[in-house]
Structures are given as structure tokens and as C-alpha cells.
């Protein structure tokens, strides 16, 4: 078996239709390995029959999807964008696999999303939710391009700090 810490070819692509359960599986996977880090509960997860994305994945839903970084054919990361009513959008449920942690691929799957965001809606602007104290995912996101900025939504996010992707 090639052990997969060594293989150095990374792609980043959307998710297609037949692959919403591998969706699942890493988005369980993440819940369950980082609790703290996203809006869902790995056990009220666990529960849902179907989650909405999977559904979005397997339509090709327009404005919404999830681009997986693979390792040769096994997906070990995701990234979410879903574009708002504006023109907007947000990036949620980014995870790569412990194991590829600390190799880039984050840096790369956000910049795949954004690319992809941009090639889909030109000139959107794009908005991502960081949990404070999550140092690590907080300095990706600025190596990426995004900044800190104020919250003027009417909902309290106070749990959470918000970014904007600032191309230079």
C-alpha cells in the first residue's frame, strides 16, 4: 500500500454528483475532530438523514459547492461556498484530514474556492466565519488574502470573527 504521507500530487476540484456520501464522511470526520471550530454538532449530525449539502452535491446546485482536495483518488479535504441573495458569498466547513494538516492544502483548497467563486459570479465578494482562538485556520486565512472586518450583520455572530477575501 503507497503510503499516502508521501505523495506530493494534490488536485482540488467540485465535488461530483456520486460523491456526496464521501462528503458525509469527511464532514462527520471534521464535527468530530474540531468540535470547536464549526457551527454543527457531530452527534445531532450523526442523526440527520441526509444533509443539505449532500442534496446540493448530487443536483449541481447553482451558488452552491464544495470543492475536496484529493491525494491521488481519496478526498482529504473540503471547502463550502454558497453565494448569498448580493452579490456575496461564504466560505464554510473548511477541513483537510489531521494526517495532511501543515502541507499547504488548506492554503490551496481556499484559493481553488476562490477561484472558482470568482470564475461562477464575477466581482463577488467573499465572506468566511473564523471561531476565536483558532489561531491556526485565523493565519491561514490571512496568508490567503482574507482580513479581519466588522460585523455589521443584524444577527449576533459575536462568537465568531469575520473575514473578507481582499485580493492586493
Do not use: W
Amino acid at each position: 500500500m503507497k503510503n499516502l504521507m508521501s505523495m506530493n500530487t494534490i488536485s482540488y476540484r467540485k465535488l461530483f454528483p456520486e460523491e456526496s456520501k464521501a462528503y458525509r464522511t469527511i464532514r462527520l470526520e471534521s464535527l468530530k475532530q474540531f468540535p470547536e471550530s464549526f457551527g454543527a454538532n457531530y452527534h445531532e449530525a450523526l442523526k440527520t438523514e441526509k444533509f443539505q449539502l449532500e442534496s446540493d452535491i448530487e443536483e449541481q446546485t447553482v451558488g452552491r459547492f464544495v470543492l475536496g482536495a484529493y491525494a491521488a483518488d481519496m478526498l482529504i479535504g473540503i471547502c463550502t461556498f454558497i453565494k448569498s441573495d448580493k452579490n456575496s458569498g461564504t466560505i464554510y466547513q473548511m477541513y483537510v484530514k489531521r494526517e495532511f494538516q501543515g502541507k499547504n492544502i488548506g492554503q490551496g483548497l481556499l484559493e481553488a474556492v476562490i477561484h472558482e467563486a470568482g470564475r461562477q459570479f464575477n466581482g463577488i465578494e467573499i465572506l468566511l466565519e473564523v471561531a476565536p482562538g483558532n489561531d491556526r485556520a485565523y493565519h491561514l486565512y490571512r496568508k490567503t488574502g482574507f482580513l479581519e472586518v466588522e460585523n455589521t450583520s443584524v444577527q449576533d455572530f459575536s462568537h465568531c470573527i469575520i473575514m473578507k477575501y481582499m485580493p492586493e
